[in-house]
């Protein structure tokens, strides 16, 4: 199982966004740090496929990005994305279900035992206007985690949950990284101290720093702070 | 399949959960009850007096009408009508519309008295078989020869002119009559293309505008299946309100004036046409134009969103046009522009316009009559902008949030 993301570009205009990233993910957990305007968001659409780069390419054991294939095997929780309000929380997951291409059977069952894992199986029936910010991001998860996806890719996840739900879903991720590629972005340091097999810092669209966190010399967020001194400061 | 019908079922779901779709539908459901019903409503006063009610003239006149039904317009009938009609012949309306004379005696020909008055108004004494259908014959050839229509063309109507056969036979068509008029299947279009300006404009749009479209367009059938689910359930949407309007307007028509008259010659009514139709024939052309025209507005409503981004956009595209073909009469020299601008929705299902045009469009020695080419070239618009919109679709890049 391998991602690999060869030479990446996108160019705005006289503006690069994302500079030649070439990267090879095998499973584990990906944690990308960034300032804003890193590039982060734009380098996941592209893996994602829902943004085309100028230059270069995103595979998956061949499969090009582009492909029906690949998507098959993606899960993708966007940082700000939108629900149907007058959906219900099983509806939507279940329409999801049939847009992944699974089948009726499966996707009642793995709906449901996404219901139960995100804790939303009480208010499956509700309609999701009616839910909260934390509730809305859990069914964000649970939609990426339908298809048992090879490749998961999460931008900003844990925005919204309670710190509960964080070490809930930290574990989470944690074991999905035992079997897929998972890469998710944060501005939250600690997170990724917890469950990054390896750790990547984006800087004006370019990779500043890959590593694993015995590499980091010292504390992770005093070596982001270093890191990053110039734009935060 | 099943996926595709399960994202179908889901597709539905959303765009009649919409307010842009369940909001305009009622109201135009309430408006159009409301115009249906207005048909029987009110009375014909005469002088500030009260004559009859709108529904008691056309029980009258629908019972009166089918005694006549199935008699042919010949010396024998036009006898018949001019003997009745001598009677109240030179006396104003308000001296004998109350008198039973005219009640029992006159009123039973006024079906046949329409039917001449239409065709030539000539005068009630000269009112012979051979006068009617020689006065007919000379309008028909007028309107053909100065139809600005090509040597090729005037010969094929001549040809139709030729298999009509006279003396026409009465028949009591009023339903069929107010169906293919503009009160009928053209209203339904009409109202139906606001519907569909309105809701069927949101139907990708919404998918940006509410940030949903990242996890569509990311998934396995996001970019497939998902767009061909879109488009038919928009599809469906459509053809649902349209066939509520129908039968809405069909079944008021029939209450109101019975389902009589199908195979009436549409010369009863249009005089100086030569087009071998009945008014049965013309309702099924009609409601296959509207079906397909209403279709193709919904897939390019949906489609010009999409393309412009902007359900606003779309909808002025839309509604624009709509007003246009109401309002923007082509001139016939320019005969390309004007015969396309005739198969717009609203002015081929227009009777004494884009549908009885006597421009034809010639393949060779095959020779189609506008409403019969409009079928074709709107099936092929569709398949057109169902692809174009596919590709547009697809190359749906999601940037800049």
């Known amino acids: ?233 | 399949m099943r996926e595709f019908a399960t994202l179908f079922t889901y597709e539905v779901k959303k765009i009649s959960q919409s307010k842009s779709t369940w909001v305009p539908f009622f109201l135009l459901l309430v408006l159009f009850i409301f115009i249906q019903c207005t048909f029987s409503m009110g009375a014909v006063y005469l002088e500030g007096e009260f004559l009859e009610t709108h529904a008691q003239r056309e029980k009258i006149e629908r019972k009166n009408g089918l005694k006549l039904s199935g008699r042919k317009i010949d010396d024998r009938l036009l006898n018949e009508y001019k003997t009745a009609y001598a009677k109240v012949a030179g006396k104003e309306p308000t001296e004998y519309l109350r008198s039973e004379v005219y009640q029992k005696e006159v009123r039973p020909y006024s079906g046949v008295d329409s039917i001449i008055q239409g065709i030539t108004g000539i005068a009630l004494n000269e009112v012979t078989e051979d006068t009617l259908y020689r006065a007919r014959s000379a309008a028909v050839d007028y309107k053909r020869e100065h139809s600005g229509i090509s040597q090729e063309e005037k010969a094929y109507w001549l040809k139709q002119e030729e298999k009509l056969k006279t003396p026409f036979t009465y028949q009591y068509a009023q339903s069929w009559i107010y169906l293919i008029s503009m009160e009928g299947v053209y209203r339904i279009c009409l109202l139906v293309s606001f519907f569909i300006a309105v809701s069927m404009s949101g139907v990708f749009f919404n998918e940006h505008s509410q940030k949903t479209d990242q996890l569509l367009l990311c998934s396995r059938f996001g970019r497939t299946r998902l767009y061909r689910a879109k488009i038919v359930a928009g599809i469906f949407v459509t053809l649902v309100v349209t066939l509520i309007l129908y039968g809405i307007s069909l079944a008021g028509a029939f209450f109101m004036w019975g389902a009589d008259g199908f195979h009436a010659a549409i010369q009863l009514f249009m005089g100086d046409y030569s087009g071998n139709l009945s008014v049965g024939q013309i309702f099924i052309s009609m409601s296959v134009i509207l079906i397909l025209s209403c279709v193709l507005t919904a897939v390019f409503t949906m489609v010009l969103s999409e393309l412009l981004r902007s359900n606003i956009g779309a909808m002025a595209v839309v509604l624009v046009m709509l007003f246009a073909s109401r309002l923007v009469q082509i001139p016939a020299e320019l005969r390309i522009i004007s015969q396309f601008w005739s198969f717009l929705p609203l002015n081929i299902l227009k009777l004494d316009f884009g549908f009885t045009d006597y421009r034809l469009i010639s393949f060779g020695n095959v020779h189609l009559t506008g409403w019969q080419f409009v079928p074709f070239f709107y099936l092929f618009l569709l398949a057109l902008v169902i692809c174009l919109g596919e590709k547009v679709y697809c190359r749906f890049q999601v940037q800049g949030r």
Do not use: W
């Open chain 1, 1 to 233: 199982m391998e991602l690999i993301v060869d030479r990446l570009t996108k160019r705005y205009k006289n503006k690069l966004v994302v500079d030649r990233l070439s990267l090879h993910f095998k499973e584990g957990v990906y944690g990308l740090l960034g300032a804003n305007g890193a590039g982060k968001t734009t380098f996941m659409r592209m893996i994602c496929g829902i943004l085309t780069p100028s230059e270069g390419s995103v595979t998956f054991d061949g499969l090009d990005v582009t492909q029906e294939e690949y998507r098959a095997v993606l899960g993708y929780l966007p940082q700000d994305f939108g629900y149907y309000p007058h959906f219900t929380g099983r509806d939507f997951l279940l329409y999801l279900a049939a847009l992944k291409g699974l089948k009726k059977q499966q996707a009642v069952r793995r709906t449901e035992e996404l219901l139960e894992l995100v804790s939303l199986t009480g208010a499956a029936e509700k309609k999701i206007r009616t839910y909260s910010g934390g509730m809305k991001q859990r069914l964000g998860i649970a939609q990426a985690l339908l298809n048992d996806p090879k490749i998961l890719v999460l931008d900003e996840p844990t925005t919204g949950l309670d710190p509960k739900e964080r070490v809930k879903f930290r574990n989470l991720i944690e074991r999905l990284g035992k079997d897929s590629i998972v890469i998710f972005s944060t501005h939250i340091v600690s997170d990724i101290e917890h469950i990054a097999d390896k750790i990547l810092m984006m800087r004006e669209g370019k990779i500043v720093f890959s590593g694993t966190k015995e590499e980091v010399e010292g504390d992770l967020e005093e070596f982001y702070l270093e890191t990053f001194s110039e734009e935060i400061s």
